[in-house]
């Protein structure tokens, strides 16, 4: 437009004087680059693209509200879909809107995590800041585009047409297909997030449909239909995509309820009023909302957005003393072989002489910490799962527990206890004994804390006022965001280490708070103890649940059938108890799930029968440089390679559904013209699950790799393999 004026505005003053031809075409351009910014800013439709020009971002205003839409290779990811929060006093900043200002800026750099899956992390966006008003009320939503997908969030700062800063509602969208699938656990029930995932059209996602299919949860619920996030989808058009959120920080759980018509929107966990959501005394900062987007499954797990929408830790705040490792534990004969118990009698299982003993072997073989679970007062056999009874104690042991030994005689062999606090969902009184029990912990060299917060009836966190009136939170509500926030703060005071069961789900502050270890979030190994996760429920973590960062699993069970008794001290074997995997597989587990802290979870007569295997345990590592997805279908397969971050070598887990594969596998991520050392755990043809699961076997050779170099594995059904290469 600027070229064709000043072409124009050259042919016809030919004649004119030359001086003043030039200062009036200068007033002219001037006066013309003034509209053109007036209008860049006013106009409604925004365009921004990600910096490889695939993703396109849409902004526009109809009609006073605000919507965005994505698309990446022409392809829809995102239709038009709309934005905006409802405050207290029936204040919606999202109607009337016009834009005041818009601004854009780019980053492209890089950073690198002290320990994590990546050595380097590359950061490069490209940011649309847009500045809005309702004409009483200015409030800024800002996008960034990414390679890999979009983030938005709100922010709303102090000014004088607010006096009440607290959220009713948000209704940002998400506008999918209809017959676009999703996989998905129910919000708004009763168990958090430990629940089997279902599989079907955006429109079914209800509790009637998951009672129905997978878990009857009609017996306890409030009625709300909606999907926690991670929420996986597999489009029609072929594209893969994942609806989370990142930094949740002082605000309250996403989850996205289905409208119809493919469209899902913002549905926060509201406080115990059941109206207000989130309760701000100023400003409002939300969490990121982020569609991470792919082309197929696998690159879905190669993404780092969550991390790159944190923040890097406080300059001022050291946290050189997170370490990653891996922990035994006094624990699953409870939870698992019901052998002993967690409380006081003839078969406790946190008694000082087997404690001692556990210390010895995971101590020869180089482990760097014990939990021990049942070890404080509070522990009785009808403990759990309602959120009351008898509260625990953090800071007193049972009589047959002796941590002052127990503590010294572990640290003297180069191993230190792992401390368990579970709450039993009684936050007030764990809050009241946090500190102490910390500086216990500080006292005995203990480093990582296992926290739990069992308490399995929907929003029935009990909050006790100072007239002794008691109101329910939900677990995923503001107020248990702030607790789980508040157990990080003063745990890093203290310099320990937390991996949470029963957590609010991971959005990334790890890299902001490293002592934030690992947690669980899911169903995990221990259900399998007890009950069952199914076989094909592995297959579907990595493509859920650990796309919002690690899992406290709890892999390495080798004893996988006859395992459980009765009851304690019966001898009776429950004949009907059988984890849905093989030796195999749980080798894999250790590679394709991460967590910088892992678990061996068996027993140690277990793992002595399989010595050979156990050696994988201990040679894994659970820190890495470099990850590349080899292979991989949603809820079916995945096989992943990972490198070691303190030598060459590569490890790679493969796990399948319940039907067999037989998978090459290309090797071209290891150097060519190098050669390697292969040792590989993987089934027999006579392994399964469920027939035959602790049949496996080893396979070693060396290669020198070439550009087409691969080598053929066989998977059993509901299997697995393990590799580890070592560079020569």
């Not at 201990?618 to 390679?641: C, F, H, R």
């Amino acid at each position: 437009m600027i070229k064709g004026f000043f072409k124009l505005n050259s042919t016809n003053s030919a004649n004119l004087n030359d001086d003043y031809n030039q200062k009036n075409n200068f007033s002219i351009i001037y006066l013309l680059l003034i509209f053109i910014l007036i209008s860049c800013t006013n106009t409604s439709n925004k365009i921004l693209t990600s910096p490889d020009n695939k993703i396109e971002l849409g902004f526009e205003i109809i009609d006073g509200e605000a919507f965005y839409s994505i698309n990446k290779d022409d392809k829809s990811v995102i239709k038009k879909s709309k934005l905006g929060i409802l405050l207290e006093n029936k204040l919606n900043i999202g109607k009337n809107l016009e834009i005041i200002k818009v601004s854009t800026s780019s980053k492209n750099s890089s950073w690198s995590p002290d320990f994590g899956e990546f050595d380097e992390i590359i950061d490069n966006y490209k940011n649309l800041d847009v500045s809005l008003s309702n004409g009483e009320i200015n409030f800024n939503i800002v996008f960034r585009v990414y390679n890999d997908g979009v983030a938005f969030k709100y922010h709303v700062p102090n000014q004088s047409g607010i006096t009440n800063y607290n959220v009713i509602d948000e209704y940002s969208e998400f506008n999918l297909n209809s017959d676009d699938t999703a996989w998905w656990i129910p919000g708004f029930s009763y168990r958090r997030y430990e629940f089997l995932y279902a599989e079907s059209a955006i429109d079914k996602i209800s509790k009637k449909f998951f009672s129905e299919n997978i878990e009857d949860i009609s017996y306890d619920t409030l009625g709300i239909d909606a999907a926690h996030t991670p929420l996986t989808i597999k489009k029609t058009n072929g594209l893969h995509v994942s609806i989370h959120e990142a930094k949740l920080i002082n605000y309250s759980s996403m989850t996205l309820a289905p409208r119809g018509d493919g469209k899902l929107e913002v549905e926060l966990y509201p406080w115990s009023d059941g109206i207000t959501k989130v309760k701000l005394e100023k400003e409002i900062i939300s969490p990121w909302r982020y569609i991470q987007i792919a082309d197929n499954s696998s690159e879905l797990l190669m993404s780092n957005l969550i991390l790159n929408l944190n923040d890097d830790p406080n300059e001022n705040k050291d946290f050189s003393w997170v370490k990653p490792g891996k922990y035994m534990g006094v624990w699953w004969e409870m939870i698992g072989t019901n052998e002993s118990t967690w409380w006081e009698s003839k078969y406790h299982g946190a008694k000082t002489e087997k404690v001692k003993n556990y210390l010895d072997f995971a101590s020869k073989h180089n482990f760097d910490g014990l939990l021990v679970e049942g070890w404080n007062k509070g522990w009785y056999p009808d403990w759990c799962c309602r959120g009351d009874g008898i509260p625990f104690s953090f800071t007193e042991t049972f009589d047959d527990f002796d941590i002052d030994f127990l503590s010294n005689y572990g640290l003297e062999r180069n191993i230190s206890l792992i401390g368990h606090h579970e709450t039993g969902g009684q936050i007030q009184s764990y809050e009241n004994q946090m500190e102490d029990a910390f500086k216990m912990y500080n006292k005995y060299g203990i480093k990582n804390i296992k926290t739990g917060y069992v308490n399995d009836v929907s929003k029935n966190i009990k909050i006790y006022d100072e007239n002794g009136e008691i109101s329910k939170e939900w677990h995923h509500g503001q107020y248990m965001v702030n607790h789980f926030q508040k157990v990080i703060d003063v745990a890093a005071k203290y310099k320990l280490m937390i991996k949470t069961h029963e957590p609010i789900k991971d959005t990334g502050l790890r890299r902001t708070f490293p002592n934030f270890i690992s947690r669980e979030g899911a169903k995990g190994q221990e259900f399998n103890g007890f009950s069952s996760n199914g076989v094909n429920h592995a297959t579907d973590l990595p493509f859920t649940r650990l796309l919002s960062g690690p899992m406290d699993y709890t892999p390495g069970v080798f004893q996988l059938n006859n395992f459980r008794y009765t009851e304690p001290g019966s001898g009776i074997i429950d004949k009907d108890a059988i984890i849905p995997s093989t030796i195999a597989k749980e080798l894999a587990l250790y590679v394709v799930y991460y967590s910088p802290m892992q678990m061996a979870a068996d027993l140690p007569r277990h793992y002595k029968k399989h010595p050979e295997a156990f050696e994988f345990i201990k040679a894994v590592p659970v820190d890495w440089s470099d990850k590349v997805v080899l292979n991989s279908e949603i809820s079916q397969y995945v096989t992943i390679a990972r490198k070691d971050k303190n030598s060459e070598n590569w490890f790679v887990g493969g796990i399948t559904d319940e039907k067999d594969r037989t998978f090459e596998l290309d090797l071209s991520f290891l150097d060519v013209g190098h050669n390697y050392k292969f040792k590989i755990f993987k089934d027999k043809t006579n392994t399964h699950w469920k027939e035959n699961p602790m049949e496996y076997e080893i396979d070693q050779f060396d290669l020198k790799i070439k550009n087409d170099s691969s080598t053929e594995i066989y998977i059993a059904p509901g299997g697995g393999f393990a590799m580890q290469i070592e560079k020569i």
